[in-house]
Nanobody, 134 residues
Framework: EVQVVESGGGVVQTGGSLRLSCTVSGFTSDDYAIGWFRQGPRQAPAHKRLGVASIRLPSGSTYFSDSVKGRFAISSDHTKNTIYQEMNNLRPEGTDSYYC???????????????????????WGQGTQATVSS
């Protein structure tokens, strides 16, 4: 059974940084993607969460939403099965619950936009809260 566990949320002032971690276990795919999403509207179901960043492994290709390009980074440590999202120059509107998700079989034809669509991801973590104070 695939499990996804996030950590690293917290409270930071405007302009500050946070690093979120996502540890994935129990997976067997040798070509997969890990995405970071934010909750967005409070009652939105998982498949409607907002894409922030994603990384395809083992290729290392990365994908970012326009709102975070240049401020966020995503990386992986295969020895720990952990993916990191570095969030820099945070703004109050970045306050949200952030979720990590596993996509077991990204299609060869999948374009850039697909990696930020919540509905294609198979397994979700419980989320971690990031709060940016003004």
């Amino acid at each position: 059974e695939v499990q996804v566990v996030e950590s690293g949320g917290g409270v930071v002032q405007t302009g500050g940084s946070l690093r979120l971690s996502c540890t994935v276990s129990g997976f067997t795919s040798d070509d997969y993607a890990i995405g970071w999403f934010r909750q967005g509207p409070r009652q939105a179901p998982a498949h409607k969460r907002l894409g922030v960043a994603s990384i395809r492994l083992p290729s290392g290709s990365t994908y970012f939403s326009d709102s975070v390009k240049g401020r966020f980074a995503i990386s992986s440590d295969h020895t720990k099965n952990t993916i990191y999202q570095e969030m820099n120059n945070l703004r109050p509107e970045g306050t949200d619950s952030y979720y990590c998700a596993y996509w077991s079989s990204p299609e060869r034809w999948a374009g850039t936009d697909w990696y930020l669509i919540a509905g294609v991801y198979d397994v979700w973590g419980q989320g971690t809260q990031a709060t940016v104070s003004s």
